[in-house]
C-alpha cells in the first residue's frame, strides 16, 4: 500500500477513461492533443483547460456531455475572483488536500489592513508598502496581493472616504471589512466594479450582506467562528439567497485556540476534497491579524505571533490572509513559504539550460559548470554576482536536478559535460581549456576530462566557497 | 554610529523574546469587543428602498426566480473522521536508572494513529520533542545564534548546560563535528569522552551525532555505544552508505536508537527502514528524510515528510518510523542570516523567524523530534507544540470574532 491510498478516501478518483468517454471521441486534434485520450489524460492531472476541445462547445451533440465534464472536473474548491481587470486575485480553486496528490494553485493571497481611522499619512505609507514590497526568489517575483480596509470607526461617512482614498491611490483589489451592513454600503458606493471582497456576513447581518454581495456583484466572506454547523448554515442559506461566490471564515484563534483554528480548516478542507462537500467547498480566509488583539510590551512581540500564525496557515489551506505588520521579516519568510508550497511538486523547478556570462569576462576568465535546478543555479549566479566575479558558468540540463542528486541519478554525466562543452561554443570565448565543477560532482572529473579533452578543476562543494576558490586557484 | 544602536536595539528585542511571547498572548482577554449588534429590521428598511440606483439593476434575474430565504437553514456537521490501517511506533529515548541509564527522564515519540493534529480523529499520543545542538568544536555560528551561545562555543559540556538550564532544553544533540579528518580528526576514544563528560554534565536524554563520514562515523560510533551502555542514545546518523550491520549491531548490543537519515526519496527511506529491521526492532529506530531549509527545498523536504506519514497510517510498514528533523539546516537559506536592506529587517530577528516556520512546517508535516537552534525558535515551537497538544475546545470566539474593528 502506499500514500496513493489516501487520496481514495472518500473520494471520487478521476480516471482518464471516466473523462474520455464523454469526449467527441473523434481524434480530431483540434485541443492541440494527439486524440482524445491524450487530452483526456491532461484534463485529468489539470494541465489543459476543458474549452480547448471547441467540437465540444460548439456542436449540438456535445451540450449535454459539457455540463457533466465540467461537473467531473471542477474543482472541490470553488475559484473566487476578487478585485477587476489586471490586479484580480483569483483565490481557491484547489483541486486536491495535499500537495502530492497533483499540485495547490491560486497560492494564498496575502492582504495587508488599513482603516478608516488612520492618519491620511500612515494610511498611504501603507499603501505603499504593501504596493511596493517585492523580492525576487529564483528568478520570480514575491509580491502582496491585496488591501484590507477595515472600518474601526463603524462610521459610513468615514469608511466611504477611506476607501475612496484607498482606491485612487492603490491598484491592488479590496477587502471592505465591516460587520455593519450600512458601512460596508457606503464603501462600495465609491468603488463600484472592482469587485471588492465583502467581510463578512454573520448570523446576524446576512440578509444585507447578501442584498450587498448581489447588488454590487462582489464574493462575500461567510463568518462563524468555531462553529462549522453555522458555517454550513449560512453557506447554504446564502446559497439559496442567490450569492455563488463566497470565502469561508471559520475564525483564526491566538496560540489557546490554535489546536481549532487547524482542526477547522482541516475539516473544512478534507470535507470539500475528499468528501466531496460543496457547502464547505468554498476558499478559506485566515486572518493572522489577531495577534494584535493582544497587548504586548513591544510591538515585535505581535510581529512575531503574527508571522508563525501565517505560516501555520499557509500550510493549512489558507487561501487568503489579513496581515497587519509590514515589516520584512514578518512577511519575507511567509512568502518564501507560499512560493515553496505553491511549486508544482511534478516539475522540478528548472532553468534554461545554457551559458551564462557573469561581469565581463574575456578570454583568460574561468568556466565553471552548474545544474540547471532553479535552487542551485540561483544560489550559485547569486554567489557570482555578489562577489562581482567575471566568469563564465555552463548551465547543464539536469532535467531541473541539484547536483549529487543528477550525479547519482545519470542526470549529469561527463558525455553530456562534455557535449555542453561543444553545445555553449564556449570553446570560442576562451583559449584556456580548464573547467572548474563543482565539488559534489568530483568523481566525474576523469572521465570529463577524457572526453572533453579540457583540463578539470574540482571547486568547492558550496558555491559561497567560490571567491575564495578562485583567488586562491585561478 | 546610528547603525550600531540599532543593532543594539535590536538585539535587545530579540533577547527579549523568549520567554516573553505567550505570556504576553495570555493577556488576550484584556481586548476591548466593539459593539457590533444591528437592528436587523432598520437596515431592511433602508436597503430595500434601493438607494443606489445603477447597480441594483444588474441584479442577476435567477436570484429572482427563487425565494429568497428569510431565515438561516439550518444544517448539520459530521466531523471527517477517518480510521487508518497503519499506526506510528513508539519509540523511546533516553533511559532512567530503573531502565539501565543514567537519565533524569526519558521522552517516548511516535504513537500516531492520524496525521499530524487530526485531532478530530484522534489526540496527539506523544508531543513532539526538540532537541538543542550542541557542537564538540567552534563552528561558524550565524550572528543571531552566536549571540546566545558563543561564550561556550568550545566548550560543549558548558554549551550542553546552558541549553539544558537556560534554555530548557528537554534534550541534547551533541554533534562530534571534529571527529571528521578535515576538520580536527578527533579520535573515536576522545570523542567518546566528551561524550561521557556530557552524559555527565546533563540528565536529559541524548542524540549523538557523528561527522557524516560513513567510515569514521561507524568507530566513532562503537566507542560511544559502548562507553554509553544502556543509555538509549539516539546515534545519528545511519546511512545506506555506512556498514549498516556493523553500526546497527553496536547500537543494539549497547541499548540505543538508531537515526535512519536517507536523501529526499521515500525509497532509500523504505530500503534503510528494512536493512535495519534485520538487526533493529522497530522502537528502536527513527527516521530522517532530511530537511531542506524554507527556501531551499523545504516544499521537497515538507512533501516527503507528509507522504512518509500518510503512507506509515495507511499501512506501508516501512515507513512507521517516527520522523527526525535536523531543523538547524533553517540556517542554511542566507535569507536567515545575511544583512539585506532595511525594509527587510534585522536578521536577529529575520533568522530565528526562519527557523521557526521551517520548524512549525514539518510539524504539520508530521516530525516527531526536532533537532534545533536558536532559543526564540524553540520556544515558539515548544509553545505551539503544548497549545495543540492541549486540544480543541479552547480557541474563544467571543475575543476575536470581530477582528475586523479592532484597534491596534
Known amino acids: 500500500m502506499s500514500e496513493r491510498e489516501v487520496s481514495k478516501i472518500g473520494a471520487k478518483e478521476l480516471s482518464p477513461i471516466d473523462v474520455y468517454m464523454l469526449l467527441p471521441r473523434t481524434n480530431c486534434k483540434k485541443c492541440g492533443q494527439e486524440n482524445c485520450m491524450a487530452f483526456a489524460t491532461k484534463l485529468v492531472n489539470r494541465e489543459l483547460a476543458l474549452e480547448l476541445c471547441t467540437p465540444l462547445l460548439e456542436e449540438k451533440q456535445y451540450a449535454k456531455a459539457y455540463p457533466k465534464l465540467w461537473g467531473l472536473l471542477k474543482p472541490p474548491v470553488k475559484e473566487v475572483t476578487v478585485g477587476a481587470g489586471d490586479s484580480a486575485v483569483k483565490i481557491g480553486g484547489k483541486l486536491v488536500m495535499y500537495r502530492h496528490e497533483l499540485a495547490y494553485i491560486n497560492p494564498t493571497a496575502v492582504a495587508?489592513?488599513?482603516?478608516?481611522?488612520?492618519?491620511?499619512?500612515?494610511?498611504?505609507?501603507?499603501?505603499?508598502?504593501?504596493?511596493?514590497?517585492?523580492?525576487?526568489?529564483?528568478?520570480?517575483?514575491?509580491?502582496?496581493?491585496?488591501?484590507?480596509?477595515?472600518?474601526?470607526?463603524?462610521?459610513?461617512?468615514k469608511f466611504k472616504a477611506t476607501v475612496k482614498k484607498v482606491s485612487s491611490n492603490a491598484k491592488l483589489p479590496l477587502m471592505l471589512c465591516s460587520l455593519n451592513p450600512e458601512v460596508i454600503e457606503a464603501g462600495l458606493m465609491v468603488a463600484p466594479k472592482t469587485r471588492p471582497l465583502i467581510c463578512a456576513a454573520t448570523e446576524n447581518n446576512w440578509k444585507d450582506m447578501a442584498e450587498l454581495s448581489l447588488m454590487y456583484n462582489c464574493p462575500l466572506t461567510v463568518s462563524a467562528p468555531n462553529n462549522l454547523k453555522m458555517l454550513r448554515s449560512l453557506?447554504?442559506?446564502?446559497?439559496?439567497y442567490g450569492v455563488k461566490d463566497l470565502v469561508l471564515d471559520p475564525g483564526t484563534f491566538p496560540p489557546e485556540g490554535i489546536a481549532d483554528t487547524l482542526v477547522n480548516f482541516t475539516m473544512i478542507r478534507r470535507m470539500a476534497c475528499k468528501r466531496g462537500d460543496e457547502l464547505l467547498g468554498f476558499p478559506i480566509i485566515g486572518t493572522p491579524i489577531v495577534a494584535w488583539a493582544q497587548k504586548a510590551e513591544a510591538p515585535e512581540i505581535n510581529m512575531w505571533n503574527e508571522a508563525y500564525m501565517a505560516s501555520m496557515l499557509i500550510t493549512r489551506y489558507a487561501d487568503i490572509l489579513i496581515m497587519h505588520s509590514t515589516e520584512g521579516w514578518v512577511l519575507l519568510p511567509n512568502v518564501f513559504l507560499r512560493e515553496n508550497i505553491y511549486t508544482d511538486p511534478r516539475k522540478p523547478v528548472a532553468v534554461e539550460p545554457g551559458l551564462r556570462e557573469f561581469g565581463k569576462p574575456d578570454e583568460a576568465s574561468p568556466v565553471m559548470l552548474t545544474t540547471n535546478f532553479a535552487l542551485t543555479y540561483y544560489t550559485v549566479a547569486s554567489d557570482i554576482?555578489?562577489?562581482?566575479?567575471?566568469c563564465y558558468l555552463i548551465v547543464a540540463d539536469t532535467e531541473g536536478h541539484a547536483v549529487d542528486t543528477s550525479v547519482a541519478g545519470r542526470k549529469l554525466t561527463a558525455e553530456n559535460i562534455a557535449e555542453a562543452i561543444k553545445t555553449t561554443l564556449v570553446e570560442k570565448k576562451v583559449k584556456h581549456r580548464k573547467l572548474i565543477i563543482p565539488g559534489k560532482a568530483a568523481r566525474l572529473?576523469?572521465?570529463?576530462?577524457?572526453?572533453?579533452?579540457?583540463?578539470?578543476?574540482?571547486?568547492?562543494?558550496?558555491?559561497?566557497?567560490i571567491p575564495k576558490y578562485l583567488s586562491e586557484k585561478w | 554610529m546610528a547603525d550600531s544602536k540599532k543593532n543594539?536595539?535590536?538585539?535587545?528585542?530579540?533577547?527579549?523574546?523568549d520567554p516573553k511571547i505567550f505570556d504576553l498572548l495570555s493577556k488576550f482577554e484584556e481586548v476591548e469587543l466593539e459593539d457590533v449588534d444591528m437592528e436587523l429590521g432598520d437596515l431592511e428598511i433602508w436597503i430595500q428602498p434601493g438607494a443606489v440606483a445603477g447597480p441594483r439593476a444588474v441584479v442577476p434575474t435567477v436570484v429572482a426566480r427563487k425565494a429568497k430565504p428569510t431565515e438561516i437553514i439550518q444544517m448539520d456537521f459530521v466531523p471527517p473522521v477517518e480510521t487508518y490501517p497503519g499506526r506510528i511506533a513508539e519509540v523511546k529515548l533516553g533511559a532512567t536508572k530503573g531502565d539501565g541509564g543514567t537519565r533524569g527522564k526519558s521522552v517516548v515519540i511516535g504513537g500516531e494513529k492520524s496525521p499530524a493534529y487530526y485531532l478530530f480523529e484522534n489526540p496527539t499520543p506523544h508531543p513532539p520533542v526538540i532537541s538543542l545542538d550542541v557542537f564538540d568544536t567552534r563552528i561558524p555560528l550565524a550572528k543571531a545564534v552566536k549571540m546566545h551561545f558563543g561564550e561556550v562555543a568550545e566548550d560543549p559540556v558548558a554549551w550542553a548546560k546552558l541549553a539544558v538550564d537556560k534554555f530548557k532544553a528537554d534534550m541534547i544533540t551533541l554533534h562530534l563535528v571534529s571527529t571528521d579528518r578535515l576538520i580536527k580528526d578527533t579520535t573515536p576514544k576522545e570523542a567518546a569522552k566528551t561524550v561521557e563528560n556530557v552524559l555527565q554534565a546533563v540528565d536529559v536524554p541524548m542524540v549523538v551525532g557523528g561527522c557524516g563520514d560513513p567510515q569514521k562515523d561507524l568507530k566513532v560510533f562503537e566507542e560511544v555505544a559502548a562507553v554509553a551502555e544502556g543509555e538509549r542514545l539516539l546515534i545519528s546518523t545511519v546511512t545506506l552508505d555506512m556498514d549498516i550491520e556493523r553500526t546497527a549491531k553496536a547500537i543494539q548490543k549497547h541499548g540505543h536508537v538508531a537515526l535512519a537519515f536517507t536523501s529526499m526519496d521515500l525509497n532509500q527511506a523504505r530500503e534503510l527502514n528494512r536493512r535495519l529491521f534485520e538487526f533493529l526492532p522497530k522502537e528502536r529506530i527513527v527516521m530522517d528524510t532530511t530537511t531542506a531549509a524554507l527556501g531551499y527545498g523545504l516544499d521537497y523536504a515538507f512533501t516527503i515528510m507528509e507522504r512518509a506519514r500518510l503512507a506509515g497510517l495507511m499501512g506501508d510498514p516501512e515507513l512507521q518510523q517516527p520522523i527526525s528533523s535536523g531543523t538547524t539546516n533553517a540556517w542554511a537559506a542566507r535569507e536567515a542570516w545575511i544583512k539585506l536592506a532595511p525594509e527587510w529587517g534585522p536578521r536577529e530577528l529575520r533568522g530565528p523567524m526562519w527557523e521557526t516556520v521551517t520548524a512549525l512546517t514539518l510539524l504539520l508535516?508530521?516530525?516527531d523530534l526536532f533537532m534545533m537552534m536558536h532559543p526564540a525558535a524553540v520556544k515558539t515551537l515548544k509553545d505551539v507544540i503544548s497549545e495543540l497538544t492541549a486540544g480543541t475546545g479552547r480557541g474563544r470566539p467571543e475575543l476575536i470574532g470581530d477582528w475586523v474593528t479592532l484597534k491596534i
Not at chain 1, 453557506?235 to 439559496?240: A, G, H, P, R
Open chain 1, 112 to 157: 495587508i489592513d488599513v482603516t478608516d481611522e488612520m492618519s491620511e499619512r500612515e494610511l498611504l505609507d501603507r499603501l505603499r508598502k504593501t504596493e511596493g514590497f517585492s523580492y525576487i526568489y529564483i528568478g520570480r517575483e514575491l509580491k502582496l496581493n491585496m488591501i484590507a480596509v477595515r472600518s474601526t470607526s463603524n462610521d459610513p461617512d
Open chain 1, 235 to 240: 453557506v447554504k442559506t446564502l446559497l439559496e
Open chain 1, 385 to 390: 554576482e555578489s562577489a562581482g566575479l567575471n
Open chain 1, 445 to 465: 572529473s576523469g572521465e570529463i576530462q577524457e572526453l572533453s579533452s579540457w583540463e578539470v578543476l574540482v571547486g568547492p562543494r558550496d558555491s559561497s566557497e
Open chain 2, 8 to 17: 543594539e536595539r535590536d538585539r535587545d528585542v530579540a533577547l527579549k523574546f
Open chain 2, 365 to 367: 508535516a508530521g516530525v
